[in-house]
């Protein structure tokens, strides 16, 4: 046994115990344990994914040489690895992005129980991606949620408050959902582990016996990760949670957290139940007409908002529809695209979340469209991340989002009965993405008094300006002054250096991912014929 | 290796804008005849590559989005008839521009944009395959939507809103045609004739046919094509010389030329000629034509009338296009090289009186052509082109659509020949009245409200006269262009 299997379970202890560390340390070491240790399982999830790759098998790790029902397991294969390297990547990127924000936000007294929930949020998503046993993932699930609210809750603030309390309800409901499902397929089979649920379903299956059980127990687990990961119509608590948490919280919350889950359900029906089983029953179907619903409601609610940062999340509704979508297709290429989505979903929310967060800075801590008129001259860094994040969402080639739309279109080909409404949707969900994002992009490159006056324009004397009047002063001033730039909107705000360079390094991620697609694609797909 | 010459001509525009953005170049001549200089040495390289045939074998790949998804440039002869038309017309254009945009306070931005189209549209004529030319095709959307956002006010904000989501929902159904081409057909490499594989998958006919309109109708969308026309006018809000570079030649003529890949590179004419397809599409081709020319009638706006005048143009494009022959490919790319030249000369005179007399609309213009003559001769030229007289440029392309037509036999293409005759008589009346406006003001017309305006410079000038000149020599002397563009329609260049 190479040393190399030990990785996961490290990586898992590892971001375990940096939680109770921190619980003890002041905040400014709490964030160096977080930062080295996410590093770390990045470290760590690459040998992985290196030594995965070169022998192309998966492992089945017991923890402790304890067979079962006393041992636990872990397994992982390239997928698994990809999708660790992966989620610490976002993770480290919105760790700093949002760095300065954390400090900001949090009250000085509890900076290091954020740590302290995001050592704990990452814990849970790499055993999450690791789990072997259904009840390990129960639990992490719960422990998921449990420092998710408290992620959530920590900045404080009224709407904090209220969204945490959502989040806490609707995902309880979940997690009660889950363990039901859980209870009556360990009564029906006698097993938790994966492989050995898969046996017990095998044989039911043939024979006939607790048809019904079986799939109910199958057709809870989904709603209740539907309503983890916020399918549409449970998708309710995410506008509050994702858009008025701090930075990195919503950064983590929307981009690895609501994956997790997504994740685990493809292990369920791939490893536990068969995937022939989930289309038989007719739940690939009803995932299949959700994710379509939500593509197009989530957009619809998105283009109603005012609020940028809620605008963003709603967004994230519509995407998780499109990876829905892809689960519901049934083929191995849709959930490849399902997967290759998780990824640029991941990488481009974050972004959005955390260049938001600069430009908000250059607007005066606002973030509905009219004050972030002209943001994109006054933080021009945070102004082209935001750009570069909206076109992935839409779809832009060479951006990954143009990827994903095309493996899902690709994968949706030949699927009968499930082609044209995919692609139909698909195409309108473009459209649909283009509206909102890109009406922000206009808005932040328009200056500002270009149709609104603004409380702060005002002439000399110290008269509030028209906008007519303010850009025939402008104009002007430019005139004599006999310069031919462009005028400057407002004064240029610095964002921190690790913010800037969280904004390039997520930026070269999105390209990483729309140019050099081929070996992660592949690398997904052998992941996914050794997943089950 | 020589072939790799051919990335320069994309990638050089695309550079020099960027540096363009960020230089910190104080010096207004300097700035804008560097960029002038650019602009000038690529377009005489696009030329020479283009008579060398350069690379027309293989192409050069200029990236991979993933081990089959070759982004690549191969200029075959459609492709090198937009190139070399692009190639031409720009530098003028930009000539025009250093005067139009004289007093504007965002000239860096617009010339940096400027010239980055150059490069996008570039790509998109020399692309090799349906992959490359989508994804030039949505660098074209995002590279002119900040030319249409120009002035920043309302009206533009509101036009560069509605260009954006058109433009980006119709290549959202241009996408789904790729998507077919490449699963059905294995590959979108262009052509001609069809890709093999597409034209061969019997089992999924309608539904081919079905992704084939969606696809055409979504590229249509930068064509103007009827419903989806709409946001052509209120782009006019953006400098003219945007509006006659991009919004009669670049950007429309993308849309157009991207509808002749579509049809004959791609999804091949034999499959659909007779189909319920080409007469969907013919039908809304045909529509847009009677319904361009009837709004130009009716608008008093100067610009708008003519944006109106290109949206039933390009469905001459377009017309040519469904007919799914050789002889409508031919006649599609006559009109597309000749209308170019047309509407930008008409443009341009529309411009310099905007500039020079600050008068948008037609009511308006009055009494002009005797102060400024240059611009007003040339303007009846276009407009005598445009309507198709004999001895104009726009005669020969007229023809060449009808005899496509006739050559059809069918009812549809009798019905055609009658909607080219009618907007023919539409085009005579919108062009017309404005030249009838102009040079006969009626009696009593008093000449000395209008003492301070003049012709414009040489700059403006010599664009428009060029092109006037041009249009009055391919009127009567039109053989080596049309031989030209019967070989490219037959393949065989």
New interface residues.
């Given amino acids: 046994m190479a040393f190399v299997y030990n990785f996961p379970l490290f990586s898992i202890i590892l971001s375990m115990f940096s939680a109770i560390i921190s619980s003890v340390l002041s905040g400014k070491w709490a964030k160096r344990v977080s930062l080295i240790m996410v590093c770390l399982v990045l470290l760590m999830s690459s040998g992985l994914l290196v030594y995965t790759h070169s022998t192309g098998e998966a492992v089945t790790y017991m923890m402790g040489h304890f067979p079962a029902p006393w041992g636990n397991e872990i397994r992982f294969g390239v997928l698994e690895a990809v999708m660790a390297v992966f989620f610490s990547i976002v993770m480290l990127l919105s760790l700093l992005g949002g760095m300065s924000h954390v400090f900001a936000d949090v009250e000085d007294t509890k900076t290091n129980l954020f740590f302290v929930l995001i050592d704990m949020t990452m814990s849970s998503l790499l055993a999450m991606i690791y789990t072997n046993d259904l009840f390990t993932g129960y639990v992490f699930v719960e422990i998921n949620t449990i420092a998710a609210a408290g992620l959530i809750m920590i900045r404080q603030h009224g709407h904090s408050l209220v969204a945490s309390i959502r989040y806490l309800v609707m995902s309880s409901i979940g997690s009660g959902l889950f363990l039901i499902a859980l209870s009556i397929l360990y009564g029906i089979t006698g097993e938790l582990l994966m492989v050995p649920a898969r046996d017990g379903v095998q044989v039911l299956r043939e024979s006939g016996n607790y048809s019904l059980p079986l799939l109910l127990s199958l057709g809870l687990m989904s709603v209740a990760m539907a309503i983890k990961s916020g399918l549409y119509p449970f998708h309710t608590w995410i506008p509050d949670t994702y858009g008025y948490s701090t930075t990195t919280a919503s950064a983590v919350l929307s981009s690895l957290v609501s994956k997790a889950y997504i994740i685990l359900l493809i292990k369920i029906y791939v490893r536990v139940f068969g995937y022939a089983y989930a289309d038989a029953g007719h739940i690939l179907n009803v995932l299949f007409v959700l994710g379509l619903v939500a593509m197009v409601m989530g957009s619809v609610e998105a283009i109603r908002q005012r609020d940028v940062n809620r605008m963003i999340a709603y967004s994230s509704v519509a995407q998780i529809g499109y990876i829905y979508m892809g689960l519901g297709l049934g083929t191995e290429a849709a959930l490849m695209a399902s997967l290759f989505h998780i990824m640029t979903h991941a990488a481009t929310k974050s972004m959005l979340f955390v260049s938001m967060t600069g430009l908000r800075e250059a607007s005066g801590g606002k973030t509905d469209r009219r004050s972030l008129s002209g943001a994109g001259y006054r933080n021009p860094l945070a102004g082209i991340t935001f750009l570069v994040g909206s ?1 992935s969402m ?5 951006l990954s989002g ?2 994903s ?2 493996l899902f ?2 994968a949706a ?2 699927v009968s009965g499930k082609m044209l409404p995919a ?1 139909l949707v ?3 969900s ?2 649909l993405n ?2 909102y994002f ?2 922000v992009v ?1 808005t932040i ?3 500002q008094g ?2 609104a006056p603004l409380d702060n324009v005002m002439d000399d004397e110290g008269h509030v300006l028209t906008p007519e009047a303010y ?1 025939e002063a ?2 002007a001033k ?2 004599t002054e006999g ?5 400057k909107a407002g004064a240029l705000v610095k964002n921190g250096p690790l913010m800037s360079v969280a904004m390039v390094l997520m930026m070269l991620l999105n390209f990483f991912l ?2 050099c ?2 070996p992660i ?1 592949e690398a997904l797909l052998a992941g996914l014929r050794i997943f089950g | 290796m020589i072939d790799y010459l051919l990335v320069i001509p994309v990638l050089l525009p695309l550079a020099a804008g960027g540096i363009m953005l960020l230089s910190p170049a ?1 010096n ?1 001549k300097l ?1 804008l005849w560097s960029a002038e200089t650019v602009v000038v040495i690529n377009s005489i390289l696009v030329w020479a590559l283009l008579l060398t045939g350069t690379g027309r074998e293989n192409g050069v790949v200029l ?5 089959e ?1 070759k982004v690549i440039l191969r200029p075959d002869g459609t492709g090198s008839v937009f190139a070399g038309l692009v190639a031409f017309l720009w530098p003028l254009a930009m000539l025009y521009a250093f005067e139009y945009m004289e ?7 617009f010339f940096a944009f400027y010239v980055m189209t150059y490069g996008v549209t570039l790509g998109i004529a020399l692309s090799g395959s349906l992959l490359s030319l ?2 030039f095709y ?2 074209l959307t ?1 590279v002119t939507f ?1 030319l249409v ?1 120009h002035y ?3 009206d533009s ?1 509101k036009a ?2 509605k260009y ?2 058109y433009s ?2 119709g ?3 241009g ?2 045609g790729l ?2 081409v ?3 057909g294995g590959s979108s490499d262009f052509v001609q004739g069809g890709v093999p594989a597409l034209r061969e998958a019997v089992e999924s006919r309608d539904l081919l046919l079905l992704i084939y309109v ?1 696809a055409f109708a979504g590229f249509g969308v930068k064509a103007a094509l009827f419903p989806v026309q709409k946001w052509l006018p209120s782009a006019s809000v953006a400098p003219t010389p945007v509006t006659a570079l991009l919004h009669a030649v670049a950007v429309v003529k993308a849309g157009a030329f991207a509808i002749i890949r579509l049809t004959y590179f791609s999804f091949g004419p034999d499959m659909l000629r007779g189909t319920w397809a080409q007469y969907t599409v013919g039908g809304l081709a045909l529509f847009t034509i009677a319904y361009g020319s009837t709004m130009a009638c009716k608008e008093i706006h100067f610009k708008k009338r003519l944006a109106y005048s290109t949206i039933a143009n390009l469905s001459y494009v377009l017309m040519g296009c469904c007919m799914m022959s050789e002889a409508g490919l031919f006649a599609a790319l006559s009109h597309l090289v000749i209308h170019a030249i047309m509407k930008i000369c008409a443009f341009f005179c529309a411009g310099a009186v905007m500039h020079k007399a600050d008068r948008h609309h037609v009511y308006e213009l009055n009494g002009l052509g005797r102060r400024m003559p240059v611009t007003f001769a040339c303007f009846t030229i276009a407009g005598l082109s445009l309507t198709g007289m004999p001895l104009f440029a726009g005669f020969i392309s007229k023809w060449n659509l009808a005899m496509a037509a006739l050559t059809e036999g069918t009812v549809f293409g009798i019905i055609a020949v009658c909607v080219l005759l009618y907007s023919a008589l539409m085009t005579g009346i919108y062009m017309m009245t404005v030249v009838v406006r102009a040079y006969f003001p009626g009696r009593g017309f008093d000449y000395n409200t209008l003492k301070e305006i003049r012709d414009p410079t040489w700059r403006m000038l010599l664009p428009i006269g060029l092109f006037a000149a041009l249009l009055i020599l391919l009127g009567v002397w039109s053989g080596p262009l049309m031989n030209f563009l019967t070989a490219v329609a037959k393949g065989v260049l």
């Fill in positions: 076109l839409v779809g832009f080639p060479m143009f990827i739309k095309l279109a690709r080909i030949g692609l698909l195409a309108l473009t459209i283009a509206i890109l009406r206009i490159y328009s200056p270009s149709d850009q402008e104009r430019l005139q310069v031919f730039l462009a005028p729309g140019l697609s081929g694609t | 104080k207004r700035f990236l991979h989005l993933s081990p998804l007093h504007d306070i965002r000239q860096r931005s989508y994804l949505e660098m995002l900040p956002l920043r006010d309302a904000r560069a809103r954006l989501y980006i929902g290549a959202a159904f996408f789904l998507v077919f490449l699963s059905v969606l």
